[in-house]
Nanobody
Framework: QVQLVESGGGLVQAGGSLRLSCAAS????????MGWFRQAPGKEREFVAA????????YYQDAVKDRFTISREYAKSTVYLQMNSLKHEDTAVYYC????????????????WGQGTQVTVSS
């Protein structure tokens, strides 16, 4: 089992920045591809970004590319999502997820999920 706990969400004005954190515990953090997903009211959960187990490869949804950066810190078993130039349409609950194996951007492919953290961007 892997336990994931997100933090760092909040209310921010459009154009602002937030950094989300996801602390992992349980099985070795380094064995998992880590992803961030988000779900806006009335919409399906969607892929945002992911980082490989080695940290060498990162993947982004087109809408956030050049604005968001995913990273991982092995010593703290934590993955981060730095979000810059936030837009109103980025408002959602953001979820951290983990999967064994390579990159996937499909929700059912992830084995473990956090409880989510709310990000609200005022326009």
């Amino acid at each position: 089992q892997v336990q994931l706990v997100e933090s760092g969400g909040g209310l921010v004005q459009a154009g602002g920045s937030l950094r989300l954190s996801c602390a992992a515990s349980g099985r070795p953090f380094s064995r998992y591809t880590m992803g961030w997903f988000r779900q806006a009211p009335g919409k399906e959960r969607e892929f945002v970004a992911a980082i490989s187990w080695s940290g060498e490869d990162t993947y982004y949804q087109d809408a956030v590319k050049d604005r968001f950066t995913i990273s991982r810190e092995y010593a703290k078993s934590t993955v981060y999502l730095q979000m810059n130039s936030l837009k109103h349409e980025d408002t959602a609950v953001y979820y951290c997820a983990a999967r064994r194996g390579g990159f996937r951007d499909y929700v059912p492919e992830y084995d473990y999920w956090g409880q989510g953290t709310q990000v609200t961007v005022s326009s």
